[in-house]
């Protein structure tokens, strides 16, 4: 299934006052370093956890519709916005919402009569854990922090035996429960 990013997160799960009180830093001067650390923070977790953290709108493309519905793609899912039937000429025909279902608690989208004729499906969904950087799980928040300060405390090239090169001591136990796990 392929999916893309329609509107990325309006704004980050830690804010650059609480990076810089965690960082112990009071100047302006490094402003703009630390919000560039709080965004790699950021996407480094989510790339390790396999979710996002704040509200973000995504489509997902689906080329046949299974039986037993979809797994969104991004999760966790937090609303469906739309789901379309593609015909073969490109003509989309928007389903009313009765003709689907939307399990938020799986991110699970199942369709009540699949259309025949159908080239393919998309679907408009929100993911993430909510709208503001207070809906992410604090112990994700902390671990943004953490790796921030570290990339912010370790700038130079590292080599491999340079403790600089580590993750920060606690955070893939910070992450590590929300990690999401797929079997096959």
């Known amino acids: 299934m392929k999916r893309i990013l329609l509107a990325g997160p309006a704004v980050e799960p830690v804010s650059l006052s609480e990076a810089k009180a965690h960082m112990r830093v009071d100047m302006a001067d490094e402003d703009t370093l630390i919000g560039t650390l709080i965004v790699a923070a950021r996407v480094a977790a989510e790339t390790e956890i396999r979710r996002v953290m704040i509200s973000q709108s995504w489509r997902a493309f689906i080329e046949i519709w299974p039986a037993e519905g979809i797994g969104l793609p991004v999760q966790p899912a937090l609303s469906v916005e739309a789901v379309r039937a593609i015909d073969g000429d490109g003509v989309a025909t928007v389903l009313d919402s009765a003709d689907y279902t939307f399990d938020v608690a799986d ?3 199942d369709l009540v009569n699949p259309i025949a ?11 993430g854990y909510g709208a503001t950087g207070t809906d992410v ?3 994700l ?3 943004i922090l953490m790796l ?5 405390e370790h700038r130079s090239a590292v080599t ?5 090169a580590r993750t920060p001591l606690g955070y893939r136990e910070l992450v590590a429960p929300y990690r999401r796990m797929t079997l096959c």
């Open 137 to 139: 799980p604090e112990p």
């Open 117 to 127: 004729g159908t080239a393919h499906y998309e679907v408009d969904f929100t993911a």
């Open 160 to 164: 491999d035996t340079d403790d600089g």
């Open 148 to 152: 921030a300060t570290h990339w912010f």
């Open 107 to 109: 991110g699970t989208v």
């Open 141 to 143: 928040r902390q671990a």
